[in-house]
């Protein structure tokens, strides 16, 4: 190796213990590996299940050792030349893919947002419009990864040659999306607009929730129009459920043309409905209506009591059909929450 090539060496690794040094992943690689959706489709057709991203350091670290390990195998040798070639199509790779997802990504909202226009009642409906924005969700989630990796190899590869990547044609716009419990218009609204957290509706947010099971539509109705006169441009959020008391606010809203964000259940064990209470009040809800329930009614009820939201609370009517078995207890914990908020 020539002394000017051995300058260029030295100067040249100067910028890699930036990149390489702190024995943990970097924001971009936290944000795409560290919180994965709780459920996924990674193969159309697949049903949704829980599959685990890489760890954010080892993608960080295996990503960069792709690039460095070529480097420091070609330099000083025959294919020395030909190594910045080598490298660069290393990077467009990822490149390649990421827009191959983005496309599939494109279809599959086309998809949904036909689907919205043309709303159907039925479980089989239901559940291939569901299973649809999942898998839209999981490739926006593999596209924000490869992106991640992308643009890590791109400055590496850059450290090492002091060339700047770019593609022979095309745009490197990265974003990166985290999952968010929204319904399919939402969904798309988000999509569009590049939110890299939770989904912000627009306007005062009125929260609503109920059990699966609920026959007393009237009453709700009255209370749900008697908040849409103070608040006239309200968004109502709900638990999204597709029957019972949420099925009943959903139709209101459609009559009066009031917006609905629908945070339902993506998997997460046993705490996520509480988890998703919990993000609900972060919404900053004006007003509040809950129908009696299960614990999860009585835990949203203390969420919206500790935040001071005015809560409109109804009971279950005595006749009413349980939509499960309560557990020992359970059938008092709406009013014990009353008792105790």
């Not at 390489?20 to 924001?27: R, V």
């Not at 080598?86 to 949904?112: M, P």
């Amino acid at each position: 190796m020539t002394k000017k090539s051995a300058k260029k060496t030295v100067s040249t690794f100067a910028d890699l213990p930036e990149l390489i040094a702190e024995e943990t992943a970097n924001p971009a690689f936290e944000a795409s590996f560290g919180d994965p959706l709780p459920l996924s489709i990674i193969e159309p057709g697949d049903e949704p299940g829980e599959h685990t991203m890489p760890e954010p350091f080892t993608a960080q670290k295996v990503c960069g050792e792709l690039i460095t390990s070529l480097y420091c195998l070609l330099t000083d040798t025959r294919l020395d030349p030909l190594a910045p070639q080598i490298a660069w199509g290393i990077v467009n790779s990822f490149h390649f893919v990421a827009g191959t997802v983005e496309r599939q990504e494109d279809r599959l909202a086309d998809k949904i947002r036909d689907m919205t226009r043309r709303m159907e009642p039925g479980e089989v409906f239901n559940k291939d419009l569901e299973d649809t924005q999942l898998q839209c969700r999981s490739l926006a989630e593999q596209r924000a990864a490869i992106e991640t990796l992308r643009d890590y190899a791109a400055a590496m590869y850059r450290a090492c040659w002091r060339r700047a990547w770019a593609p022979t044609k095309g745009s490197k716009a990265s974003s990166v999306t985290t999952a968010s419990y929204i319904n399919a218009l939402d969904f798309l609204q988000e999509r569009a607009l590049a939110k890299r957290e939770k989904h912000q509706p627009q306007g005062p947010v009125v929260i609503f929730s109920g059990p699966a099971v609920w026959e007393e539509w009237q009453p709700l109705w009255a209370k749900l129009s008697e908040i849409k006169a103070r608040v006239p441009h309200m968004t109502l959020v709900t638990t999204g459920q597709r029957k019972g008391a949420d099925a009943i606010a959903a139709a209101w809203a459609a009559r009066e043309g009031v917006p609905v964000v629908a945070y339902g259940l993506y998997g997460g064990g046993r705490k996520a409905p509480y988890q998703r209470n919990r993000k609900m009040g972060e919404l900053e809800p004006v007003e509040a209506v809950l129908c009696e329930g299960s614990g999860i009614q009585a835990n949203l009820y203390q969420t919206m009591r500790k935040q001071g939201v005015p809560i409109h609370a109804f009971r279950k009517p005595k006749d009413a059909p349980a939509s499960r078995k309560p557990q020992d207890g359970e059938g008092d914990t709406f009013r014990q929450a009353r008792r105790t908020a």
